[in-house]
């Protein structure tokens, strides 16, 4: 089979399309054929350097993927479905594990980081991570909107509401609302009554953002201070939470912006993964920092619910053909886009395959 193998650490020349051997199942597994997998920026972060523990090249990258199941091992009742994949693999055993919180077993894994994922024709995952969704094999345009949920629909519903304890009538900031993830933030944080500060980099997101219902959008490339407009907008009280899955020097930024007793739930780390704190602005004031920690499959299960059956938007900014997929990674390190950008399976490789569906 054909997958785009990463085998060192650097730019996209570390990254090719080759022929390896396809995958086989384990009595608990299936193997996938991938449809449509969407790309998040772990995808970048860990081609340029091993950020996550575990994580050893040869790769295939690929979290967020939905595809046909072709091949079983014991759980043969998939077969032929078409299944949207957790990325969280745990042993399902264990007390971590059936108190839902799956990211902290021992024997945790991710599909796309710590063991091969979808950026290929095949990939083998556990049974129990597959969700059956109806859906054809030839709706690209539902394969690509689907794909989008799981890493940054969980991810969302599990910061905002399960750690952030986000609460009807409350002011939360969030940071980034032109990606996936921040999208997803803002329609969840809206239909749970909360009132909503964007932030964004440059006057094209800023504009696009203004749509999503956000009371106020803030274009961080426009201001030397994005904290003190915040405090503006909220008469100098300051937001409740702020969602921080920014990390680095941000989440300094994010203390200040929370009102007396606030609290700051740090969900990632993609601009950097050490921050320098003034400690007064933590203890005086009595903020929190609230580590996102793990989603439970509850959460995944909600997200999917919500964006899956088209209660909230899936915003996509564009679809690539599988041999695409370094055109791909480039749109996602130009920090152009805005949404999730997906590349379909080799199934659409053909002369009647879907253009590119630029959305910016």
């Keep these: 089979m054909r997958a785009w193998l990463q085998t060192g650490f650097g730019g996209p020349e570390v ?7 396809a995958p086989a199942p384990a009595d608990d597994e299936v193997t996938v054929r991938m449809l449509a997998v969407a790309l998040n920026r772990l995808d970048v972060l860990q081609r340029r350097e091993p950020v996550i523990p575990g994580m050893t090249v040869p790769h295939v990258a690929g979290m967020d993927l939905i595809g046909e199941v072709v091949a079983a091992g014991a759980a043969d009742d998939l077969l032929g479905a078409v299944v949207l994949i957790d990325p969280v693999v745990s042993c399902g055993r264990c007390e971590l594990c059936l108190a839902e919180t799956p990211t902290y077993c021992e024997a945790f894994q991710t599909i796309g980081s710590t063991r091969d994922g979808g950026m290929a024709e095949l990939v083998t995952v556990p049974a129990r991570n597959c969700t059956v969704v109806d859906v054809a094999t030839d709706d690209s345009d539902s394969l690509a909107r689907l794909a989008a949920v799981p890493v940054a629909g969980a991810t969302a519903w599990r910061g905002l509401l399960g750690a952030g304890g986000l609460r009807a009538g409350e002011t939360v900031v969030i940071p980034g609302a032109g990606s996936g993830l921040g999208a997803a933030g803002i329609q969840i944080a809206l239909a749970h009554g909360a009132d909503v500060i964007a932030l964004v ?5 800023k504009t696009r953002a203004e749509q999503s219902g956000a009371r106020l959008v803030i274009d961080r490339t426009a201001t030397d201070d994005w904290v003190a407009e915040v405090l503006g907008a909220t008469d100098g009280r300051g937001a409740d939470l702020v969602w921080d899955h920014v990390g680095g020097r941000f989440l300094g930024q994010a203390l200040r912006a929370t009102r007396a007793g606030g609290r700051v739930v740090l969900s990632g780390t993609t601009d950097g993964l050490d921050t320098e704190l003034h400690l007064p602005d933590l203890y005086q004031r009595g903020r929190s920092i609230i580590g996102h920690g793990s989603y439970s499959r ?4 909600a997200a999917v619910a919500a964006f899956g059956t088209g209660r909230f938007e899936v915003v996509i900014d564009s679809v690539w053909g599988f041999e695409q997929l370094p055109e791909a990674e480039a749109r996602l390190e130009s920090d152009a886009f805005f949404g999730k950008i997906v590349v379909l399976g080799p199934s659409f ?3 009647t395959a879907p253009e590119r569906k630029d959305a910016a």
């Design 201 to 205: 980099s440059g006057p094209a997101k």
């Design 298 to 301: 509850a959460d995944m299960a």
């Design 15 to 21: 990254r090719r399309l080759t022929e390896v051997a």
């Design 349 to 351: 490789s053909t002369s």
